[in-house]
């Protein structure tokens, strides 16, 4: 019986775990949270549309179903290759097959101004913070009697025009239009500014050009500023300074422009590409170390002369594939190297309105906005996590209504007089 | 038109808001959340069986239905009788008629290392990170070799055996027997200890004697050390020590022995009785300001001889009766005095337990339970919130199985080598 230790639960360790369950090893899960996250709708609980709990799921309820599996929560220090361990923050975890999945974090660039006053959206506290954010910039301005300071408090400006950005942005305008406005009689929407900067020429650059547009248009309907060709400078706490020396006075600039991988790669001593991915065989493990399969948004995989892309579709399916291969080395089999079927990818704009794209065809709209909810839905773990987003989101649709806009934590008490940033 | 300030939205504020509505009245809600939160569920939010969202609910959508009413989320400084103005952390506000109720806070008798290590349960942000200490006890027993230490992690003691005591140590011991035993096969749920200490000599004094007998058998039958006539003397992060002597080595101490009026009663600089509640007159208002009523938690009232007990339906009782007294007065009407009406009072034990009072009849057991379930759902505010709180209990009615044992924030990464209390 080996030890396989999977670090990171995201979507690539959990592939991997579920299937190696029951194979008869010792699979040990490692993460820092005892939950999987489901990162795809961490932009809705910051919109105070979902519930924390309707996207995070217990490892150890997975675990239960899982035979030969078990979960230990602790932070990886450090991987010592050569004598098989991993250093974790609470003592040290032998392996003979390791499975690395600790994902990505967000790239500032080197900005750290930015770094410091940008929200951005990996973790599940940084949804709940951000949702706390926004809530409390329309309770400011609220009462905030000087014209210049409340359009600064009612101006958010969200960077990246990938999915996370548009579809934040999406969602930032429908709770402002739909839930915000009847909250505040104090407030006209037309008092708040919502500004999307991509540095490229369009939004949604990984889809066809037409979806970008869609995209693009509908935002503009929704009364999203959008400004191609546009890139962030620096910021301070009450401003944001783009490139080419324009201002937007702002008390919330939300990052979405860059990932980068998780610390842990640079630090394995193997070769790196771009944004500090492992570089990876075909058979997703590392030069030298056929028992290390690096997965996920850790890895960097050329395939058609192109790096597959951060998403999780790709951690899944490296994910099974890692499980498999160990499997095939413990029974002495080679296994042929990954290749990755790309079924598409999607993004939803709003209410009744998605973009998608799926081999060659590609949907915009109302049906691509129901292929999103019922895919989003199928993808999501256990039942009653499924009920409680359908039942929201139906609530949502039906009602536009949002019933969790609740300003959390001992923060909120705490008024000081200049916009707040979250490390402030 | 008057301005008729709440400051406070429990459920006394939230009561005479409710009266007030429509009066054609500036009415003007005042609270430091921007929601009311059903306190009465909080423990079930530490024992992660309802999320938080379903407990609480955003005070600007109930002032989007009620007529004249607005919102301003402050903290109140302190209150200037004689012009009429209440200081708030962020400016002034002046009233023609103010009705206080900003409620009650622990009262930890001035033990100062009691109130450094303990637990208690007032706010939403409390109830989360009492959960996710809980957890995390469990995912620290799960690898620490050392069996005195172990024991420590996976003991709990709860103090003051009044409904929030009896209903938290029971939802506990729930928790631990049918959730956290299959979570963790690390840990036999013998080793766990849950320990109720309880000063008089026996448990929910307040209730007839028969039904305090009951819930200590239930509570014993689950497992529950129950100690009558004792009191706590002391706390460190390792142990609680009992006044005879006695120390209970744990990490968790949670405390609900004792409740005081909000800090701001003592400042008014009128009379104070026991717990440092404000002496009002029979119509809720203090001496020499019939325009400052007091009510709820924070005020002293003598019917039949006893203090009205700090209790939600005294609270609310009071909320509409000072409401209905200003617009009385405001026409010129001088008011009847207040009598509380005696409905009753309930405590749930655990699935499919409780007890109840009412009138000359005591229930105990299944109707009990029922009765409670009901009532509560009845009373939460909003048809979503209901909805999702029926869900969560039949979920974990029928399943025996909780979904929202999340470790969530960041302090849950890191893991120091004592136990941890929530001020370390």
């Known amino acids: 019986m080996a030890r396989i230790v999977i670090a990171g639960m995201g979507f690539g360790g959990l592939s991997a775990a579920r299937t190696l369950a029951g194979s008869g090893h010792d699979v040990v899960m490692l993460d820092r949270n005892n939950y999987h996250l489901f990162q795809p709708l961490l932009y809705q609980v910051a919109t105070a549309a979902l519930e924390q709990e309707s996207i995070a799921y217990p490892i150890r309820a997975l675990a239960r179903g899982w035979r030969g599996t078990s979960f230990r929560m602790a932070e990886i220090v450090s991987v010592d290759l050569e004598s098989r361990r991993l250093i974790c923050s609470d003592g040290e975890l032998s392996y003979d097959h390791l499975i690395l999945a600790t994902g990505s974090r967000t790239n500032f660039f080197g900005m750290k101004n930015v770094e410091r006053h940008a929200f951005d959206l990996k973790r599940l506290d940084q949804a709940e913070t951000l949702r706390n954010h926004i809530l409390l910039m329309f309770e400011r301005a609220a009462r905030e009697p000087d014209p210049a300071r409340r359009s600064a408090l009612l101006s958010f400006v969200v960077v990246g025009g990938g999915p996370t950005g548009v579809e934040f942005a999406g969602a930032l305008r429908e709770l402002i239009l739909h839930v915000l406005a009847r909250d505040y009689p104090e407030i006209d929407p037309s008092e708040t500014r919502t500004v999307l900067v991509e540095a490229a020429s369009g939004l949604l650059t990984a889809m066809p050009g ?52 998780h610390e842990l790669a640079g630090s394995l001593g193997v070769p790196c590409g771009s944004a500090g991915r492992v570089k990876i065989l075909p058979d997703l493990t590392i030069g030298g170390h056929p028992e290390v399969s690096v997965i996920g948004d850790m890895a960097c995989l050329e395939q058609d002369g192109a790096a597959l892309p951060m998403m999780a579709p790709v951690a899944t399916q490296q994910g099974e594939y890692a499980a498999r291969a160990i499997l095939g080395r413990i029974a002495g089999k080679a296994p042929p190297p ?15 309105s998605a973009v998608a794209v799926t081999g060659s065809s590609s949907f915009r709209g109302f049906l691509a906005w129901v292929i999103w909810l019922l895919l989003h839905l199928y993808y999501l773990i256990g039942f009653r996590n499924r ?27 705490s008024q000081p007089d200049s916009c707040r940033s979250r490390h402030a």
């Open 210 to 261: 037409s979806l970008g547009a869609y995209a693009r248009c509908r935002l503009e309907q929704m009364g999203v500023e959008v400004l191609l060709a546009s890139c962030v400078a620096d910021a301070d706490q009450t401003q944001v300074l783009l490139a080419d020396g324009t201002s937007i006075p702002t008390c919330t600039l939300f990052w979405s422009a860059g990932v980068a991988a």
């Open 338 to 352: 990954f290749r990755y079927r790309d079924k598409g990818a999607m993004a939803t704009i709003g209410r009744s």
């Open 387 to 413: 009920i409680l987003v359908m039942l929201n989101w139906g609530y949502y649709y039906f009602f536009q209504e949002r019933k969790i806009r609740l300003i959390t934590g001992t923060g909120s008490n």
